[in-house]
């Protein structure tokens, strides 16, 4: 796939039956290729202007569509390449035909992600903003695709540029203090280069700390929704989500496997997860739905725990003994309880059963359409409030490996500095955390990685 120079063309638009369609080639010959079924080009063709014409079949040379022809010249495509678009109608077969025709006449189809594989090649675009295109494409959320585009746009790479530049503003004078040595000059102010080192290490922790929110901007914040069995986990789920999505019964027990849903809030995706009653039971079937309840609980962001309030006792200290995640308890059944006792008598209640778990208590009905406003309103506030601009969050693993590579080297050499360590020693250490920062980027590269990346593209992008 790596260094194919070879004229391609797949569709660029989504699949199936459409307004429009859009085949885009690319590669040095593109538009000869192009004039071989566009008779109606003039012979003169100029760049970032549309030709409309009939377009034919290599074979028959009938008449395949009506079609609109975009050109664009060697260094101002998306590719970097020659390129041509054709804009068909959004017919399958209509697309076939024109694909048939170009690769007859000479182009080849597009392995996945290609296009995009060769503008970074063309150096038009960087590898964090090649991962950017497929997140952009991929967004399920309005902040998730306006931090794609802000990555796109270099946000995030010039960022990362800033601490490739003091990498690189200390090597050479540490290298400088090595070439003079000899003759005893000293060129290196050791003091400033510790202090631009560990500014770029807090910088780095910053990245690092972005990467879990970046993993939640392309999976959503997931909440997990836990509790007793009847203490009307399921009713408050579709209270939420504003739908009869869970089962719900008087019959402990009737969740029996995990319920998903989601919805959106303040432009993020939120996924609700309605977990099974958690109990001892000789039930085989329930007992797996706990084990998958456990195990998405494992992989949330937030618990609710939702308690039944006019239950007598809440039987959750082994449960919550364990949990080691963010928790909100969560009273439910308020329409009734409060017939009885009042929302600070059930406080001290829920403090007095749960002291180490009460930053977030709120007392909620499932049957109440304020409930839903009540707890997204609150979640907004305290989960919108935490998330900043996203200005570090990362958006794949493989960038937040080499980020913390960059960082563990860049500690080193902070570490030898302080200990007046040898400057060769130190330039080592930079050198690698600078290996790893242009890894980040591209500047470097491996096939294989390379492959695994736009392996994950669609055919036209």
Excluded at 305 to 313: A, M, Q, V
Aim: proline share 2%.
């Amino acid at each position: 796939m790596i260094g194919d120079n070879q004229i391609i063309c797949a569709l660029a638009s989504a699949p199936g039956r459409a307004g429009i369609s859009v085949i885009r080639i690319s590669g040095q010959g593109s538009l000869l290729v192009a004039r071989k079924i566009c008779p109606f080009l003039p012979e003169q063709v100029e760049s970032h202007h549309i030709y409309f014409g009939r377009i034919k079949s290599s074979q028959e040379k009938e008449n395949v569509d009506e079609v609109l022809l975009s050109y664009f010249s060697e260094g101002k495509s998306y590719t970097g390449d020659e390129s041509v678009e054709i804009s068909c109608h959004g017919n399958p077969l209509i697309v076939e035909d024109i694909i048939s025709a170009l690769i007859s006449n000479g182009a080849r189809m597009a392995n996945p992600g290609e296009f995009t594989l060769r503008a970074f090649l063309n150096q038009k675009i960087d590898l964090v903003q090649a991962e950017s295109v497929l997140t952009l494409i991929e967004s399920r959320s309005k902040q998730e695709a306006k931090w794609a585009l802000r990555h796109l746009e270099g946000g995030l790479s010039q960022q990362i540029k800033k601490i490739e530049h003091i990498f690189l503003w200390a090597l050479s004078h540490l290298e400088a203090e090595i070439d003079f040595s000899v003759e005893n000059l000293k060129v290196a102010d050791k003091k400033q280069i510790q202090e631009k080192i560990f500014e770029s290490i807090e910088e780095l922790k910053n990245f690092e700390q972005g990467f879990q929110q970046g993993r939640i901007l392309k999976q959503g914040f997931r909440i997990a929704l836990v509790g007793q069995p009847n203490s009307g986990k399921s009713s408050l789920f579709n209270c939420l989500l504003k739908e009869d999505r869970a089962i719900v019964t008087e019959i402990p027990g009737t969740t029996r496997d995990v319920v998903f849903g989601e919805k959106t809030l303040g432009g993020f995706r939120i996924e609700f997860f309605d977990t099974a009653g958690i109990r001892q039971t000789q039930d085989i079937i329930e007992k797996i739905g706990i084990e998958k309840s456990h195990q998405k609980i494992a992989d949330a962001d937030l618990l609710w725990l939702i308690l039944d309030g006019t239950e007598k006792n809440w039987e959750l200290e082994n449960f919550l003994r364990k949990n080691i995640k963010p928790l909100w308890i969560v009273v439910n059944k308020s329409d009734l309880w409060k017939k009885t006792q009042s929302e600070d008598q059930m406080k001290k209640r829920v403090q007095e059963t749960f002291p180490d778990f009460c930053n977030e208590i709120f007392f909620v009905s499932a049957v109440d359409a304020q409930t839903e406003k009540t707890l997204m309103q609150s979640l907004q506030e305290k989960f919108l409030s935490q998330t900043g601009n996203f200005d570090h969050a990362l958006s794949s693993l493989r960038q937040f490996e080499n980020v913390r590579a960059a960082r563990e080297c860049a500690q080193r050499a902070h570490e030898l500095l302080t200990n007046q360590q040898g400057e060769e020693l130190i330039s080592l250490e930079l050198k690698d955390a600078l290996r790893n920062i242009h890894l980040v980027l591209g500047t470097v590269w491996d096939d294989q990685i390379l492959d695994e990346i736009f392996s994950q593209f669609c055919i036209g992008k």
